[in-house]
Each structure stands twice: as C-alpha cells, then as structure tokens.
T-cell receptor, first 119, second 112 residues
Framework: NAGVTQTPKFRILKIGQSMTLQCAQDMNHNYMYWYRQDPGMGLKLIYYSVGAGITDKGEVPNGYNVSRSTTEDFPLRLELAAPSQTSVYFC??????????????????FGPGTRLTVL | DAKTTQPPSMDCAEGRAANLPCNHSTISGNEYVYWYRQIHSQGPQYIIHGLKNNETNEMASLIITEDRKSSTLILPHATLRDTAVYYCIVRVRNTGFQKLVFGTGTRLLVSP
C-alpha cells in the first residue's frame, strides 16, 4: 500500500491564483481530513469527510473548498490564493465504522504534505 | 476536548530512555490520551494511545497516572531518528469524527 499520497510536494502561487491540492489513499478508509500547519505551530483542521459525498468544515475552512466524489480521493481547492494561506498542508485518513468498532483503527494516517507559498 | 501542557523542548542522549511528560488535568472520564510525533516537515505519525492502564507497543510505552491528570511517553532506547516534535492529545474515542487538536508539542533532540 502507498498509504496517503499528496501532490504536489511544493508550489508557489501568486496572489489571486487558484489551485487544487490532491490527496489519495489506498487503504479503503472512509474518513479523510485536511490540515494546515503554519511555522512553529500545531496542525489545524480545515475540512473533513466521513465518506464519499459527505464533507464538513473544520476549524479554519475560509478560503478553501473540498469535494469527495470517491472513497480514495479528497482534493482541496484554493480559489483566490492569499499570503495568509502560505503553509504546509497535510491530508490524513482513518477508518471508522460504528457497527464494527473493534475493527476501527482509530488512528489517522498522514500524507507527506504539500508546502505552499503565496507571493 | 481537554487541553494538554507539554514542555517545549527536551534533550536525550542516544541509547538512553526518553521520558516525555504531558499534563492533562481537566481530562474527562471518557477521554483517551494519544501521542503522535512529527519528524522534521513530515506528516504526523501515530505512536500510542491509552485510557487509564499503561500501554506498550513496538514504538513506546505510555504511563498514565492513577488520577489520569498526567502521562509520560517513554521511548526506551532513543535513537537519532527519534528526534521529532511529540504531541500529546486528549480526545474522546468511540466517536466517528476524530478531531485531533495539536498543540505546539515537545521538541525532542536526541544527541550522539
């Protein structure tokens, strides 16, 4: 298994540009998450998804959009890039099923991150 | 979720045990203690979690005090590759949505 993969690894955007950060997992996890990490800080949750077609906002959703059309993919869209969105973005996934709690890993697996700079 | 307090940094000699403390004095009865670590610029990595009993796995041991107000993560034989930021997180398990609240963690430096 490749686990959680993210592309690109690095990107520089100009103010006002848009881009999509890609995230994919091959572990058949139903939950997926997007976090951002500013220098010297902990991670903050942007959006999450509990399954295909279902997404919800986290702590810092402004300026971002997500979609979840398949179990495997969870792209993050920046529509009008701003310098405040300069950060490292991490995607994560986990497995949870209420009817089979004993099988739930209850652990989030993270991707390698995308380092985004907005100038 | 309860808040946690960790020292900002710690040093450890290679081969020695690294003991990382965490204070979570407002923890509730149904909240678990989780530990993750983040090696330079990589995505966080799960280490271990526990409720009230001590736990051990291939990576580390977790010691939780009887009153559950604090815990210690133990890396029994630290190596240079254990240099990382270690996050102690308290959260309710048995819920589908797992919001992990990352603080600033403890920066562990393992030296030769």
């Amino acid at each position: 298994n490749a686990g959680v993969t993210q592309t690109p690894k690095f990107r520089i955007l100009k103010i006002g540009q848009s881009m999509t950060l890609q995230c994919a997992q091959d572990m058949n996890h139903n939950y997926m998450y997007w976090y951002r990490q500013d220098p010297g800080m902990g991670l903050k949750l942007i959006y999450y998804s509990v399954g295909a077609g279902i997404t919800d906002k986290g702590e810092v959703p402004n300026g971002y959009n997500v979609s979840r059309s398949t179990t495997e993919d969870f792209p993050l869209r920046l529509e009008l890039a701003a310098p405040s969105q300069t950060s490292v973005y991490f995607c994560a996934s986990s497995y949870w099923m209420t009817s089979v709690m004993n099988r739930s890993t209850d652990t989030q697996y993270f991707g390698p991150g995308t380092r985004l700079t907005v100038l | 979720d309860a808040k946690t307090t960790q020292p900002p940094s710690m040093d450890c000699a290679e081969g020695r045990a690294a003991n990382l403390p965490c204070n979570h004095s407002t923890i509730s009865g149904n909240e678990y203690v989780y530990w993750y670590r983040q090696i330079h610029s990589q995505g966080p990595q799960y280490i271990i979690h526990g409720l009230k009993n001590n736990e051990t796995n291939e990576m580390a041991s977790l010691i939780i005090t009887e009153d559950r107000k604090s815990s210690t993560l133990i890396l029994p034989h630290a190596t240079l590759r254990d240099t990382a930021v270690y996050y102690c997180i308290v959260r309710v398990r048995n819920t589908g949505f797992q919001k992990l609240v990352f603080g600033t963690g403890t920066r562990l430096l393992v030296s030769p």
